[in-house]
């Protein structure tokens, strides 16, 4: 039944697309005799990328390992696929670094916490979609925020990711000059989900800017952390400009996840969850099971956005 899907609605076999295939944009990958995937423990010698992943067409990732298995879990069930749920393997079991589950045409991914961490995980991501010869693929970030004048559990599906001066770019110091790249997302992808959440019951989700900082504390301008430098006045002022900037939630990786995927012919996406309104606070206060639910969200939201696109729901 998925492999009937999947060609009515992608097409006769996925080597005979006119999609654009991903293109990592690096001259030097051509003349290697063997691309090591060193934190996915994979490589173009020792395993066959074609055949292991060359029909995914969703790529969702999210900071926690375990989060992102519950979500490979949660897809396979929603895509009532044969097999127990319980089954699914970490393809990446050799490193602790980070996990990746299949489902279907479906790859969970983890990648920590913060750009650095994720840019290592994106640029082994990107390499392992090219060399797989996949076609017509969407990224999805599926997290949690902080949110900026919405009330927590909003979903806020990102228009534009930017900076702590609420630019849409990403800037990243190579071999001693600063390189700047733009950082917009997909419209199209994101009005797709938009619609997708309008389709739920009791649902709530804006489109907004997601501001990326590289710091969980004084970086958002939090007064908890073990160092504050500002007072909560300059604090309040700061959060006022972002929302009046069109800031609506403050993470720590969209704005690289945009720029590599841009640069590299992806469609992406970011989805999260604001677990509190940070104009009312900075601690996460809500109850365990209240958090949990707020987490969930971004996943039903994507699992619904899959199913469409595969032809689940009309």
Known sequence: IMAQILRNHMGRNHNDYNEPSVQPKNPYLVTMEEDILYHFSLSTKTHNLPEMFGDIKFVCVGGSGIRMKAFAQFIHQELKLPGSPEEIKNICEGTDRYCMYKVGPVLSVSHGMGAPSISIMLHELIKLLHHAQCHDVVLLRLGTSGGVGLAPGTVVITDKAVDYSFRPQFEQAILGKVIS??????????????????????????????????????????????????????????????????????????????????????????????????????????????????????????????????????
């Open 181 to 314: 790249r733009s950082t917009e997302l997909d419209e199209g992808v994101a009005n797709e989900l938009l619609q997708c959440s309008s389709e739920l019951q009791n649902f709530p989700a804006v489109v907004g800017h997601t501001m990326c900082v590289h710091d969980f504390y004084e970086g958002q301008g939090r007064l908890d952390g073990a160092l504050c430098s500002f007072s909560h006045e300059e604090k309040c002022d700061y959060l006022k400009k972002a929302y009046e900037a069109g800031v609506r939630n403050i993470e720590m990786e969209s704005t690289v996840l945009a720029a590599m995927c841009r640069v590299c012919g992806l469609k992406a996406a970011v989805i999260c969850v604001t677990l509190l309104n940070r104009f009312e606070g900075d601690q996460i206060t809500s109850p365990h099971d209240v958090l949990v639910e707020y987490q969930h969200r971004p996943q039903v939201l994507v699992a619904h956005f899959i199913k469409k696109r595969l032809g689940y729901i009309v």
